[in-house]
């Protein structure tokens, strides 16, 4: 147990905080990320989707040593974030009868973008620059999922 906290002292504090915030923010959005998940896991064209986040994870890892240990909080990105994602849950809300695929894209979409507008804003603006490779690309994963589904019959 001794080593697992010793482990856990050389993450940044910044790092902790975003670590909770993101899941806070899964516990959130689980039943639209459940429903990704079975749907991409029951569909052999959009299994891929699962692997995305795991892939983003390893390339942050990878980087981790490359990151400063410190950055300031970045208000001007991760308002902008923050108000997109909001304007994709409202479009979300506001649009009734939505076929599943378009349903699971707006929340995906809303989901990472408030995760990145979190990390703007916990974070800041140089630990993102160093991350925004593995976070865009989470971002194609969702507008492919979404583009191909409009396309294939229910």
Not at 91 to 105: D, F, G
Request: proline content about 7%; aromatic content about 12%; charged content about 10%.
């Amino acid at each position: 147990m001794d080593e697992q906290a010793a482990h856990m002292d050389n993450f940044p504090a910044q790092t902790k905080r975003f670590a909770w915030a993101a899941c806070i923010l899964v516990l959130a959005f689980i039943v639209p990320l459940w429903r990704l998940m079975r749907f991409a896991a029951g569909d052999e064209l959009h299994s891929y989707i699962l692997l995305i986040p795991v892939v983003s994870l390893y390339l942050a890892w990878q980087e981790k040593k490359k990151l400063p240990q410190a950055s300031t909080p970045a208000g001007l990105p991760a308002a902008i974030f923050f108000a997109a994602g909001l304007a994709v849950m409202t479009w979300h809300w506001c649009t009734p009868h939505m076929a599943v695929p378009a349903s699971l894209a707006q929340t995906t979409l809303a989901f990472l973008l408030l995760l990145t507008g979190m990390g703007f804003c916990i974070l800041g603006g140089a630990l993102m620059r160093g991350l925004a490779f593995p976070f865009a690309m989470l971002y194609p994963a969702v507008v492919q999922h979404q583009s191909s589904m409009a396309r294939i019959p229910f």
